[in-house]
């Protein structure tokens, strides 16, 4: 009876692991670096949101997502943050170095909604896409907050003066037609989510 209750402790470990790894988990969002998408003001509960590791497999993201990564600058932190300009893109910038920052290739550009209290890529700069680890695609808890996190748009972040390359071009040069402009930075780069897993789940402060 012990080999059969050890042998079967010994196959759903692995496999419950290996679900969580591959398909996705919920995790709470905890902070309000997200507001108003996610913990909004007027909620004193935590939201907690689905994070779907599947729908990346591929790293195709779209702007205006919202996606847990591993913090740049911690990397034993993950953050939970909207994806504001891809590879090719540039952006204007509310808080960072340069007022105009083109996306390197195979990175991204992420913020919070909340600015003022947001670890993000106005601190850490652009981000390498392999630094996602799922797209947040429903807050599940509580019930009344249910829904879908579909993508916001964020077109009027990206530069129309400085132009928008496509993904997959090598060149990312960005021309400015204001005299006053500052050249965009163009950089080729070598709501907070606190990592634990008590009862299976990743807690995340935003």
């Known amino acids: 009876m012990w080999k059969v209750v050890i042998g079967t402790a010994a196959f759903t470990i692995p496999a419950s692991v290996t679900l969580f790894d591959l398909c996705g ?3 709470k ?3 309000s670096s997200m507001q108003p998408a996610l913990n909004p003001p007027d909620w004193k509960k935590s939201d907690y ?3 779907n590791r599947w729908g990346i497999r591929q790293y195709n993201f779209q702007r205006g ?3 847990c990564l591993t913090c740049p600058s911690n990397p034993g932190q993950k953050i939970i943050k909207r994806i504001i300009g891809l590879e090719g893109d540039t952006i204007k910038t509310p808080g960072y170095r340069s007022r105009f920052v083109t996306v390197p290739q195979g990175h991204c550009w992420v913020e919070g909604d909340h600015h003022g209290l947001s670890l993000d890529s106005n601190v850490f700069g652009p981000v390498a896409l392999g630094l996602i680890n799922a797209r947040a695609s429903h807050v599940v808890w509580p019930p009344r907050r249910w829904q879908r996190l579909a ?3 964020v077109d009027n972040r990206l530069s129309r003066k ?3 390359k496509t993904r997959g071009q090598n060149n990312f040069a960005a ?3 204001d005299e006053d402009d500052e050249e965009a930075e163009n950089l080729t780069l070598n709501s907070d989510v606190s990592y634990s897993k008590p009862n299976n789940l990743l807690s995340v402060k935003g």
């Open 151 to 153: 993508p916001t748009d």
């Open 25 to 27: 988990y919920v995790a």
């Open 162 to 164: 400085h132009g928008r």
């Open 175 to 177: 021309i400015s037609t």
């Open 29 to 31: 969002v905890e902070g």
């Open 49 to 51: 949101v689905l994070l």
């Open 65 to 67: 997502e919202i996606v």
